[in-house]
């Protein structure tokens, strides 16, 4: 193993709820900044594999499926065309983020991208051929979710976003 490559197992405690806090107040940072500068500041995310490659980074508005509660997390995406690909990852965690099946039960929203706000989509799951196409550019995009699936037995969802 590379002095700083990732480790071929999940880091111990990964899942463990420190993590899961850690993960939700980087977030909230991320969105506050992403919100006052128009995605000036946060459009690219650049850790990991993303700090010599920097990724495109989006805010993603969500309604909660149980709280009707809107909630915004930040993402990595692909363009592809006029859609964009997010992937819900969860850095390999064993569990779905929240935003994936509040976007499966209500799959149009917004999404904002640095200088735009308020962009209309509407979220489907990709699969089958789509996916299995999607995936290898999203990996390249960034590497680490190569990783993320190898850490976690969930086929994790790549989610295309179509403007409408």
Do not use: C
């Not at 920097?54 to 915004?72: A, D, I, N, Q, Y």
């Not at 779905?96 to 209309?120: C, E, F, I, K, S």
Request: hydrophobic content about 40%.
């Amino acid at each position: 193993m590379g002095r700083f490559s990732l480790p071929e197992e999940a880091p111990a405690g990964l899942d463990s709820p420190v993590t899961a806090k850690a993960i939700k107040y980087m977030a909230k940072i991320q969105v506050w900044l992403f919100r006052r500068t128009n995605g000036r500041i946060g459009n690219k995310w650049r850790i990991g594999a993303g700090f010599r490659k920097p990724v495109p980074t989006l805010l993603l508005e969500h309604v909660g499926r149980k709280s009707g509660t809107t909630f915004t997390t930040p993402l990595l995406y692909l363009v592809d065309g006029p859609r964009l690909v997010v992937v819900a990852s969860q850095g390999g965690l064993p569990k779905n983020p929240q935003w994936y099946p509040n976007l499966v039960a209500q799959p149009d929203t917004v999404v904002h991208l640095r200088g735009q706000r308020g962009v209309p989509v509407r979220a489907r799951t990709a699969v089958g051929e789509e996916r299995e196409a999607l995936w290898p550019r999203l990996v390249d995009l960034y590497a680490d979710f190569a990783k993320y699936a190898a850490w976690t037995d969930r086929e994790i969802p790549v989610v295309v976003l179509e403007p409408r």
